[in-house]
């Protein structure tokens, strides 16, 4: 049998390459050739009728407390899953930095195969449910949001903090000083993200308590279907009639205001 020289045998092997970088190419096309981002959707919005992970951000401090118990109501009323988020340091500081952290568990969860994204945001987490929404393509992502007794404008009582104790009001709270740049510059909600915004009368954390209005959501002060509930500003995240208002949030009918006050069974 006759041995190959070498230079032929260099150019068998130089062609074997370039046959298997295109067998590489060839399957890599066929694939998709897509990075585990691509799965996070860019452009249209997720189905109504496809419920899937629900992502809860706490609010100023970070505090998770209150929002596992909400957490878990969801989780036992729909199955569906749900996380409640860990704020990067501990939650006082820039909320562009708690963006961060919503966009990468919205990321996270349709890479793990979620159909949808829901987000709520309570208190200040619903400023960052907002900026999320306005500056990393949220309206794309989520398929609906809700805010519960979130300073959207503001509150004053960062504005009396700066006043009485600069050094004491860090990063969010001069954020939240309503005027703040970072308010200013936020764009109207956009048209057609399902949005429900929930707050109390008797909020004396977000002040004033219609802070928490929002052109273009579905608002519902608590008082206005329940009279008689007296939830402060730390009681939303648990207190059964905002349960109730959540999870028909979460459902997949339009949203819209209620008519009466709903308490869902434990």
Not at 67 to 87: F, S
Not at 133 to 153: D, K, S
Not at 204 to 233: F, I, M
């Amino acid at each position: 049998m006759r041995r190959l020289s070498p230079r032929r045998r260099l150019l068998v092997a130089m062609v074997a390459l370039v046959v298997l970088a295109g067998v590489v190419i060839t399957a890599v096309s066929l694939s998709g050739g897509s990075s585990d981002s691509d799965a996070v959707p860019r452009a249209g919005s997720p189905a109504q009728d496809t419920p899937g992970t629900v992502l809860l951000v706490p609010g100023y401090g970070g505090g998770r407390g209150s929002l596992e118990q909400l957490a878990d109501r969801v989780h036992r009323a729909t199955g569906r899953p749900t996380e409640v988020l860990t704020l990067a340091g501990d939650g006082t500081g820039d909320l562009l930095a708690q963006v961060a952290v919503l966009a990468d568990a919205v990321e996270r969860a349709y890479v793990g195969g979620a159909p949808s994204v829901d987000v709520i945001g309570y208190s200040a987490g619903g400023v960052v449910a907002r900026l999320w929404v306005a500056r990393e393509g949220g309206e794309h992502q989520a398929r609906r949001v809700i805010t519960l007794g979130a300073p959207m404008h503001g509150t004053t009582l960062a504005t009396a903090g700066g006043v009485l104790a600069p050094g004491a009001c860090p990063t969010a709270c001069q954020q939240l000083t309503p005027g703040s740049a970072l308010l200013r510059g936020l764009p109207p909600i956009p048209p057609g993200l399902p949005w429900l915004s929930v707050w109390t009368r008797l909020d004396q954390t977000v002040t004033p308590p219609e802070s928490a209005r929002l052109d273009g959501a579905v608002n519902v002060a608590l008082q206005q279907v329940c009279p008689a509930d007296t939830a402060a500003h730390g009681d939303l995240p648990t207190d059964p009639a905002v349960t109730g208002l959540v999870l028909a949030a979460l459902g997949t009918a339009p949203l819209s205001a209620p008519e009466s006050c709903s308490v869902p069974r434990s």
